[in-house]
């Protein structure tokens, strides 16, 4: 398993989710992550009294 976090996307910052990509690609190669899972892109759910934020998930076949 491989966790990565990007802490300065908000800002456009050097270490953010593009900084990620072409690291891992240089590190892991190519086609090497076989699932995404990215915080908040599925949208903001009222649920159970709360509310959630979905996670966005990409699969390999999916991803551009």
Same mark, same amino acid.
């Given at each position: 398993? +491989?966790?990565?976090?990007?802490?300065?996307?908000?800002?456009?910052g050097?270490?953010?989710a593009a900084f990620l990509a072409r690291h +891992?690609?240089?590190?892991?190669?190519?086609?090497?992550?076989?699932l995404i899972i990215d915080e908040g892109g599925?949208?903001?759910h009222k649920?159970?009294?709360g +509310?959630?934020?979905?996670p966005e998930v990409g699969e390999k076949d999916t991803l551009l």
């Open positions: 398993m +491989l966790v990565a976090f990007g802490f300065d996307e908000e800002i456009n050097p270490q953010e +891992l690609e240089e590190t892991r190669g190519k086609d090497s992550i076989e599925g949208g903001i649920a159970y009294g +509310l959630f934020a979905f």
